[in-house]
């Protein structure tokens, strides 16, 4: 099969996958200095984005019988549009569909779900992942009540990507590096300067299992309670 007939054949959509699946469209497509993040808009018409209180998860048709999980964000209810924030930093089909994305094209997808998480009112929020989490956290910002204190750290895995993060997303009060060892390491301090107010805090860690895992466990070597964790692996 020629690459043009073998990606015709992928952008078709079948008579099964025509019964379940949802459409919307690329509205603009933005990659971060250094070309590793996409920010992709996108406009869905049937999303009820009003009724949000959780962050969710978009199931996109990367090729035929092929969805892959991202994360809906700065989503507009009256243009029904939101953001997604893709890493193409890895060898895979996602990465492919991200990087050939422009304006105008279709985007279509499975279910749009719940992820059962959400801010918890009256706490410090703590937000620590990679770069797949960006748009979780945007999101759980957006959730959250005005002036409810955020901090914490989003790790990638280049320095080029790391260094655009403040520009990009100036609205998160993140700090960014660029790798595991530093985001380790950084958390580590942070939960040793705050040990006295230990109650205050919720934290949200997303992204890598092995990172997901080790943040976890660090967390909880300096005592903090299982209902102050709120985790999920994006990918492993
Ligand atoms: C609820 C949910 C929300 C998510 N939201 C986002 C999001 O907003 N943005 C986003 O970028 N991702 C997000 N992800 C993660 C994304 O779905 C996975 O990274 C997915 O595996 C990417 O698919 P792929 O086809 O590019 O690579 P795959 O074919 O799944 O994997 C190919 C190879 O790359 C490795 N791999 C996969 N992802 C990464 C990565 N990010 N870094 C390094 N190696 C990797 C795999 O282990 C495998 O070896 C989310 C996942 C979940 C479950």
Redesign the pocket.
């Known amino acids: 099969m020629t690459n043009q007939i073998r990606n015709n054949t992928e952008k078709r959509i079948s008579a099964v996958e025509a019964i379940f699946i949802k459409s919307g469209k690329i509205r603009a497509v933005r990659v971060w200095n250094g070309g590793k ?1 996409h920010e992709v808009d996108v406009y869905l018409s049937t999303v009820t984005f009003d009724k949000w209180d959780q ?1 969710q ?1 978009i199931k996109c048709r ?1 090729s035929a019988f ?1 969805y ?6 700065m989503w507009d209810i009256y243009q029904k549009t939101c953001t ?15 990087k050939n994305q422009i304006a105008g094209n279709d985007l279509y997808y499975l279910k749009i779900e719940a ?1 059962k998480q959400f801010p918890i009112k009256g706490k410090h929020l703590v937000f620590l992942g ?7 956290f945007c999101s759980l910002q957006q959730l959250a009540t005005k002036n409810t204190p955020i901090s914490g750290l989003v790790t990638f ?1 280049d320095s080029q990507s790391a260094e655009a993060f403040s520009e990009n997303c100036p609205w998160l009060p993140l700090q960014a590096v660029s790798n595991y060892d530093a985001i380790h390491k950084q958390t580590e301090d942070w939960v040793i300067k705050h040990q006295a107010e230990k109650e205050n805090f919720v934290f949200y860690v ?3 299992k092995e990172l997901i895992v080790t943040i976890r466990k660090l967390l909880r070597t300096y005592g903090f309670d299982e209902s102050q964790i709120k985790s ?5």
């Open positions: 993040i962050a998860s990367i092929h892959t999980d991202y994360t809906p964000a997604l924030y893709i890493d193409t930093g890895h060898n895979g089909q996602g990465s492919v569909w991200a992820e990679d770069q797949t989490g960006i748009g979780h895995n997303v992204g890598g999920k692996g994006f990918w492993h």
